[in-house]
């Protein structure tokens, strides 16, 4: 084949096969508890098989673009996400008193979705050509660049995502060699500003979670039903569950938002502790495939950016699980892959895109 053809017919396809094949296995398994806890509607599992064939046609197309065109769209993309987000501010749609979407028409999308990847983007653009660990100026700009963006989404209010973003850019530092002397002192502030955020930065129903979460029993008909019959569906599963489509918290509507947030604890109870310690597994297992190609990119930037992409994923799988079992708050963070939904779906996969992108094109020529 000439240099014409190869340049326009590339002779390879950019992805890494084990990751795939875990992604597939877990998207699998997510339809498969998608139609008992979706109360066998076809509708559903039809609508969120599609959003996974949205989600991976986009991963394998990002992850044929050389890596070095996502360095250069870096600054651009952040900008542009945060003219979306004013944009959000001022003329964003209100639903269930939050203002997050952007309606236009023929698209209504959730701009802080676009975050999620565009502050860990920026955070590694700016640190690729820093010294490492981050000198104490160029640690104060990286805080900027991720305050910026956790603030306007906080203020939304949606702080599930802006905890996400936050975590996204406290990542890159993180990666980037931040001396625990610093984080230890990060640490230390934040708790000092805590009950300035709880009194002046969360909203009542914001309180009343972190209140549920401490003592969900105080209110088992209110705000605590909801994490109170999730740990019953758990513990109703005991070892190896009750069977596929036999779970009786979520079909008899024990169960709220079976399909969504709550999803695990609905695979939970029809299939125990062995199907949900395999689903963990599996999780574990595309999270350790994702930091070893992390390590094996070219670059500061390709690092940064796929190690912190890989850490996202994590806070999505670790909260939720945590979240249903009654660990942590209830912040509204879908579990990956499986929960039905289709904004967070695509951001995640696109996420794996730029990741395979980072590792795949380790061996090719860059600019």
Not at 180 to 188: K, Q
Not at 227 to 238: C, E, L, M, V
Not at 288 to 297: E, K, N, S, V
Not at 339 to 346: A, D, E
Request: hydrophobic residues 50%; aromatic residues 14%; charged residues 10%.
């Amino acid at each position: 084949m000439d240099q014409n053809k190869k340049k326009f017919f590339p002779w390879r396809i950019h992805f890494d096969l084990s990751l795939l094949l875990g992604l597939l296995a877990v998207s699998g398994m997510g339809l498969i508890v998608l139609y008992s806890a979706g109360q066998r509607n076809m509708d559903l599992v039809t609508g969120q098989a599609m959003r996974l064939g949205l989600g991976f046609v986009i991963m394998l197309a990002l992850a044929q673009v050389p890596p070095y065109y996502f360095r250069f769209w870096s600054p651009w993309i952040y900008l542009f996400g945060i003219i979306l987000l004013l944009a959000v501010m001022a003329a964003g749609d209100i639903s269930k008193g939050a203002r997050r979407w952007l309606d236009l028409g023929v698209l209504r999308f959730q701009p802080s979705e676009i975050m999620k990847l565009a502050v860990p983007m920026m955070m590694s653009w700016y640190f690729a050509d820093k010294p490492l660990p981050p000198r104490l100026w160029h640690l104060l700009s990286g805080v900027l660049i991720t305050a910026v963006p956790f603030l306007l989404i906080a203020k939304q209010p949606d702080l599930g995502t802006a905890l996400v973003v936050g975590c996204a850019g406290a990542y890159v530092l993180f990666l980037g060699g931040l001396s625990w002397v610093i984080m230890f002192g990060l640490a230390a502030t934040l708790c000092a500003v805590v009950p300035l955020f709880w009194h002046f930065g969360m909203h009542d129903y914001q309180r009343q979670r972190v209140l549920t979460f401490l003592d969900p029993e105080s209110d088992p008909l209110g705000s605590g039903y909801h994490i109170i019959q999730s740990k019953i569906a758990i513990g109703s599963g005991g070892i190896y569950g009750k069977g596929w489509l036999n779970g009786t918290q979520s079909h008899l509507d024990f169960l709220p938002e079976g399909s969504t947030d709550f999803i695990f604890a609905a695979f939970s109870e029809e299939f125990g502790l062995v199907g949900g310690c395999l689903l963990l597994v599996l999780y574990f297992f595309i999270i350790a495939r994702c930091l070893y190609m992390a390590t094996h990119t070219p670059d500061t930037y390709t690092r940064l950016l796929a190690g912190s992409l890989t850490l996202i994923f994590f806070i999505y799988a670790f909260v939720n699980s945590g979240m249903v079992s009654g660990l942590l708050p209830v912040v509204g963070l879908p579990l990956p892959l499986f929960s039905y939904g289709g904004t967070s779906l695509v951001t995640i996969m696109a996420g794996f895109g730029i990741l395979m992108s980072a590792y795949s094109h380790r061996l090719s020529p860059t600019r």
